[in-house]
């Protein structure tokens, strides 16, 4: 069956720094993947999606990399600021099929 | 971007009885509709696809005499719990299919609904 993991449960850097995030995911080969953000009582925000025919996607200070090879997929934020502070998901997609959402990392910019 | 609604935000009720949850697509129209439940500290977990006119799709072990889903409008998906017990306590979160060209989708989440069974 299809397995998603984000490589920590919780990260913390300090502000200012890249944060990188791991989503890897096995028994599956999507077609896209995207990566959402999660503030603590709310619902997911969408921020990126990124298809299997691209390397790598930005959107401001984001930046998202997918490697169908090593299956996985890298999500960074550069210049880090406490507000960055929240739970990222990824969510591997296919066409037609519902797509399945990662655990999540907790992610803390301290100042 | 499109915005989805969920009402209400918090409810309170005791054991046994029912609880409804309204997901409103705001601006757009949705055909499909989705619902998801998270438990403190776990990802989404998904409940039951949503389509407009017919009938809900339901992930495995989810109840569909307990969980309750009518998508009567393009704008308009309801769950309720029927007969809700302490067990069924979570965050439910709805969302709206939104197609991005290319065959590509993406989803349009509710702020979430917390629902404490007593």
């Known amino acids: 069956s299809q397995k998603i993991e984000q490589n920590s449960e919780a990260l913390n850097i300090q502000e200012g720094k890249t944060a990188t995030l791991t989503c890897n995911y096995t028994?599956?080969?999507?077609?896209?993947l995207q990566w959402y953000r999660q503030d603590p009582g709310r619902g997911p925000v969408f921020l990126l999606l990124i298809r299997e025919n691209e390397k790598e996607k930005r959107k401001e200070r984001l930046k998202v990399t997918f490697d169908t090879t090593l299956k996985q997929s890298l999500f960074h934020i550069t210049a880090s600021q406490p507000a960055d502070s929240a739970t990222y998901l990824c969510a591997p997609g296919d066409y037609g099929q519902n797509f399945v959402f990662g655990p999540g990392t907790r992610l803390s910019v301290l100042p | 971007g499109a915005v989805v609604s969920q009402h209400p935000s918090w409810v309170i009720c005791k054991s046994g009885t029912s609880v409804k949850i309204e997901c409103r697509s705001l601006d757009f129209q949705a055909t499909t509709m989705f619902w998801y439940r998270q438990f403190p500290k776990q990802s989404l977990m998904l409940m039951a696809t949503s389509n407009e006119g017919s009938k809900a799709t339901y992930e495995q072990g989810v109840e569909k005499d307990k969980f309750l889903i009518n998508h009567a409008s393009l704008t308009l998906s309801t769950l309720t719990v029927t007969s809700a017990h302490p067990e069924d306590s979570s965050f439910y979160i709805c969302?709206?299919?939104?197609?991005?060209?290319?065959?590509?989708?993406?989803?349009?989440f509710g702020p979430g609904t917390r629902l404490l069974v007593l």
């Open positions: 969302s709206a299919r939104v197609l991005m060209g290319g065959s590509q989708e993406t989803q349009y």
């Open positions: 028994n599956y080969s999507p077609a896209y």
